[in-house]
Nanobody, 127 residues
Framework: QVHVVESGGGLVQAGGSLRLSCTVP????????VGWFRRSPGKEREFVAA????????SYADSVKGRFTISRDRSKMAVNLQMNSLKPEDTASYFC????????????????????WGQGTQIAASL
């Protein structure tokens, strides 16, 4: 069983920054692709960003492109999501997911392709 843990959520003013971290302890981390998804009240879960197991392929939702950056920290067995210029519409529960999946962008963006999910962390960006 792969254990996925998110951290770094919180409350921030619009325009501010936060960094989320997703840790996947264990030797399997290097072989797993990782994605971030979010769900706002009354909305469906949506894709935010993803990074392949190698770190060579990344993908972003249009709504966060240019503001969010996803990266791997192999020394800490973690994937970080740097979120800048946060907007009120970024307010949501953010979930990290990991899985042994192809590095194709379409696969990385599909929540059904991920096997392991964290419990989620809350982000609130206020005006």
């Amino acid at each position: 069983q792969v254990h996925v843990v998110e951290s770094g959520g919180g409350l921030v003013q619009a325009g501010g920054s936060l960094r989320l971290s997703c840790t996947v302890p264990g030797s399997t981390f290097s072989s797993l692709s990782v994605g971030w998804f979010r769900r706002s009240p009354g909305k469906e879960r949506e894709f935010v960003a993803a990074i392949s197991w190698s770190g060579q392929v990344t993908s972003y939702a249009d709504s966060v492109k240019g503001r969010f950056t996803i990266s791997r920290d192999r020394s800490k067995m973690a994937v970080n999501l740097q979120m800048n210029s946060l907007k009120p519409e970024d307010t949501a529960s953010y979930f990290c997911a990991a899985g042994d999946l192809s590095a194709h962008t379409r696969m990385l963006r599909s929540s059904s392709r991920y096997d392991y999910w964290g419990q989620g962390t809350q982000i609130a960006a206020s005006l």
